[in-house]
């Protein structure tokens, strides 16, 4: 099992001199991984389901990784989770492909559609069309990505006789993560992801997730070209993993444990979480 670092890309913890603090000291401590989390716009007044506050600060996370790459030379960079119906597919299959280019292939696109009502309004997305659009954006960037002559004809995205260069590191594309608990989102995951990311509490959390992308892959074919699913989760409450946590997470199966050091209110204290976690066992 691999250890993470999830989240950094808001609150006091994503100034330049922060994050390029933080993002040396994670590969400095065995860190294999940096994921940044993604909101566009915030409800405001804040709804019950939203996970910050409309003033609560959060960077682009393209924009994130690409500086934390550039600081970097091994860590991998993960969009924890990119909210896709909000992204137009073509220009994201650009973007996504210079910074697996720039990074030497160390992109982890990780998506989802998205929940907030309000957040989807405001980039002109209906609520009801995330999922549809979160399949077909997936077919048409990889169209983008691998296809000598690409072209897609969908609902929601249509191109044909153009090309885009350059294509990521990696034949296939770069790796890609779904997001989501919800039975939709296991069978997505199982269909299209190199790997699946989810978030709770605890292991016992994990497993009831688990036990939902077995039923699913009961449901759906897995491309051979995917390989086996990996699994990523941060534990986002408590923060605080523990060994025995950290013992419980592998056996369960996890690729990669991912660790939020929430509140993200002070750079001193995140150093010190990730100083204490680095040891965990694996």
Request: proline share 9%; hydrophobic share 40%; net charge negative.
């Amino acid at each position: 099992m691999e250890l993470g670092v999830y989240g950094l890309n808001a609150k006091a913890t994503l100034g330049p001199a922060d994050t390029a603090a933080l993002a040396r000291r994670a590969e400095e401590l065995g860190y294999r991984s940096w994921w940044a989390g993604d909101h566009v716009v915030l409800p405001s007044p804040r709804v019950p389901e939203s996970p910050m506050a409309p003033t609560d600060p959060i960077l682009d996370p393209l924009v994130h990784l690409s500086y934390v790459a550039a600081l970097t030379e091994r860590i991998e960079l993960g969009t924890g989770i990119l909210i896709l119906p909000q992204r137009n597919p073509v220009v994201l299959a650009k973007q996504a492909a210079s910074l697996d280019v720039l990074s030497g292939g160390r992109l982890l696109l990780g998506v989802a559609p998205g929940y907030l009502e309000g957040e989807m309004a405001a980039v002109g997305v209906r609520l009801s069309e995330r999922g549809a659009r979160t399949d077909e954006y997936l077919d048409a960037m990889r169209q983008l990505w691998t296809e000598p002559e690409p072209e897609f004809h969908g609902r929601y995205a249509d191109f044909a006789h153009v090309d885009a260069h350059p294509r990521p590191v990696r034949p296939d594309g770069p790796r890609i993560v779904i997001g989501g608990h919800s039975p939709a989102a296991y069978r997505r995951a199982v269909r299209a992801g190199h790997g699946w990311i989810g978030n709770g509490g605890s292991p016992e959390d994990l497993a009831v997730h688990l036990e939902g992308l077995r039923r699913a892959a009961a449901e759906v074919p897995r491309p051979a070209r995917l390989g086996r699913l990996e699994i990523n989760f941060t534990q986002m409450n408590p923060v605080e993993v523990g060994a025995d946590g950290a013992r419980r997470y592998a056996e369960l199966g996890v690729d990669r444990l991912l660790l939020c050091p929430l509140p993200l209110e002070d750079p001193v204290a995140v150093t010190a979480f990730l100083e204490r976690h680095a040891a965990l066992p694996r």
